[in-house]
């Protein structure tokens, strides 16, 4: 099975250019969490959905950062305008929330981010 | 409120000595634990979790974790360290009733000397 599935997988872009990222959740799965890895904060939750809805978005770091969930099968995470600030390791992950609500997430590949 | 503590940022080894990596957790109702290691360039991997009944539980990899529910703590364990098992280890806690949210820690970087 297919796990999540995050492009693009490195990604350099200058301060100001506008920033897309996309991730594929695993089929079935109904939550989707939006995570941003560094090394002076590690890692940090930006937002999560539950059925393609945004739950929590208060660990998205400004206006700047926007989410959209717009199906159960795909979701992008926009940064316009970008920042150096913003460089960091971007992570999707998914997990079914359902039944006894016992499962696990599962992490995407991640998206590194350069801004220059 | 929710967390997670992992006290120690770098754990060193020797090849075949038993290794243990601490978490410590709070919450406020029954945890669900969870232990995820991550390769460099990669993401994380899920490595074993605990939801109830025996405070010992096994996963992936030949590792282990012990729940512990009076000292709060969730520590990751191998009996023999491979210089492979070289990562970072996350912990993380979920409230078994609140919703969805994972709480991880700070990780902690595992090297394993030959």
């Known amino acids: 099975d297919a796990g999540v599935i995050q492009s693009p997988r490195h990604e350099v872009t200058e301060m100001g250019q506008e920033v897309t990222l996309r991730c594929k959740p695993i089929s079935g799965h109904n939550s989707l969490f939006w995570y941003r890895q560094t090394m002076m904060r590690g890692l940090e939750l930006l937002i999560y959905?539950?059925?393609?809805?945004?739950?929590?978005d208060s660990g998205m770091p400004e206006d700047r950062f926007s989410a959209k969930m717009p199906n159960a099968s795909f979701s992008t995470l926009k940064i316009q305008p970008s920042e150096p600030r913003d460089s960091a390791v971007y992570f999707c992950?998914?997990?079914?929330?359902?039944?006894?609500?016992?499962?696990?997430?599962?992490f995407g590949e991640g998206s590194r981010l350069t801004v220059l | 409120a929710q967390s997670v503590a992992q006290p120690e940022d770098q754990v060193n080894v020797a090849e075949g000595n038993p290794l243990t990596v601490k978490c410590t957790y709070s919450?406020?109702?029954?945890?669900?634990l969870f232990w995820y290691v991550q390769y460099p360039n990669r993401g994380l991997q899920f490595l074993l979790k605990?939801?109830?009944?025996?405070?010992l539980v096994k996963g992936s990899y030949g590792f282990e974790a012990e729940f512990n529910k009076s000292q709060t703590s969730f520590h990751l364990k191998k009996p023999s360290a491979l210089v492979s098992d070289s990562a970072l280890y996350f912990c993380?806690?979920?409230?078994?009733?609140?919703?969805?949210?994972?709480?991880f820690g700070t990780g902690t970087s595992l090297t394993v000397i030959p």
């Open positions: 605990y939801i109830t009944g025996d405070n």
């Open positions: 992950a998914s997990r079914f929330r359902g039944g006894s609500n016992t499962g696990e997430l599962f």
């Open positions: 919450v406020s109702g029954n945890p669900y």
């Open positions: 993380a806690v979920r409230e078994w009733n609140t919703g969805n949210q994972f709480y």
């Open positions: 959905f539950n059925n393609n809805v945004p739950i929590d």
